[in-house]
T-cell receptor, first 119, second 113 residues
Framework: DTAVSQTPKYLVTQMGNDKSIKCEQN?????MYWYKQDSKKFLKIMFS???????INETVPNRFSPKSPDKAHLNLHINSLELGDSAVYFC??????????????????FGAGSRLTVL | KQEVTQIPAALSVPEGENLVLNCSFT??????LQWFRQDPGKGLTSLLLIQSSQREQTSGRLNASLDKSSGRSTLYIAASQPGDSATYLC????????????FGTGTKLQVIP
C-alpha cells in the first residue's frame, strides 16, 4: 500500500510545453503539499491545501497551478515550462489540528518524487 | 522567517562509529521537529518526530533531541552501518501555525564498510 503516490515518476519535456503531475494519498490526511527540490537538493514548499482549500502559496510563478478535487488528491499543472523548472517535485500530506494549523504528533509523509527535466 | 541550518554538510565515517548530526533553527516557537532521510533518487522517509513538549525521541539506533530555547536539535546514530548512508534532513514548521515546513540543507552521510 503506497501512502502517498505521485505520477509520473519521470517527466522529460520541451520548453514551452504544459505538463501535470498527479498526487494521491490514502492516509486520510486533511492537508497536502507540493515541495520542489532543486539541483542543490534544497527542499522548498510551493503550495499547501487543507480540505481542498489553498492555505499556503509561496512565491511561485503563476505558471504553476495546483488543483485539489478532493482532500485525497492534489495535482500540479505547469504551463509554458522553462529550463529552470527542472527539479524533483515532491507531494506530501499530513493531518492537522484543523484548518491546516499545527500538526501535533502526526508526521509529514512524502511521495517518492517526480523528476521533471525540461530540455 | 524560519531558517534551518544543518552541520556538517557532509560526513564520512567508518562503520561502527557513533555520530551526531546537528540542526539549528532561528524561530523557537515550533510545534515539533522532524528528521528525515533521503536516499539518492528517492523520496523522504520520516525517521523521528519530536513534539515541542518532548526533549528526546528514540527509534532503534536513532535518538533525536530537541532544545527549543537554544533552537537546536541533534540526531544521534549509534553503531553506524553502511545502510545508514543517505542524506539526513531536519524540518521545522513555521510558528504561524500553518504547516509551512522549512527544511534544512541536509547532511550527506557516508558510512564506509
Amino acid at each position: 500500500d503506497t501512502a502517498v503516490s505521485q505520477t509520473p515518476k519521470y517527466l522529460v519535456t520541451q520548453m514551452g510545453n504544459d505538463k501535470s503531475i498527479k498526487c494521491e494519498q490514502n492516509l486520510g490526511h486533511d492537508t497536502m503539499y507540493w515541495y520542489k527540490q532543486d539541483s542543490k537538493k534544497f527542499l522548498k514548499i510551493m503550495f499547501s491545501y487543507n480540505n481542498k482549500e489553498l492555505i499556503i502559496n509561496e512565491t511561485v510563478p503563476n505558471r504553476f497551478s495546483p488543483k485539489s478535487p478532493d482532500k485525497a488528491h492534489l495535482n500540479l499543472h505547469i504551463n509554458s515550462l522553462e529550463l529552470g523548472d527542472s527539479a524533483v517535485y515532491f507531494c506530501a500530506s499530513s493531518q492537522t489540528n484543523g484548518q491546516g494549523r499545527g500538526y501535533g504528533a502526526n508526521v509529514l509523509t512524502f511521495g517518492a518524487g517526480s523528476r521533471l527535466t525540461v530540455l | 522567517k524560519q531558517e534551518v541550518t544543518q552541520i556538517p554538510a557532509a560526513l564520512s565515517v567508518p562503520e561502527g562509529e557513533n555520530l551526531v548530526l546537528n540542526c539549528s533553527f532561528t524561530d523557537s516557537a515550533i510545534y515539533n521537529l522532524q528528521w528525515f532521510r533521503q536516499d539518492p533518487g528517492k523520496g523522504l522517509t520520516s525517521l523521528l518526530l519530536i513534539q515541542s513538549s518532548q526533549r528526546e525521541q528514540t527509534s532503534g539506533r536513532l535518538n533525536a533531541s530537541l532544545d527549543k530555547s537554544s533552537g537546536r536539535s541533534t540526531l544521534y546514530i549509534a553503531a553506524s552501518q553502511p545502510g545508514d548512508s543517505a542524506t539526513y534532513l531536519c524540518a521545522v514548521p513555521d510558528s504561524g501555525g500553518y504547516q509551512k515546513v522549512t527544511f534544512g540543507t541536509g547532511t550527506k552521510l557516508q558510512v564506509i564498510p
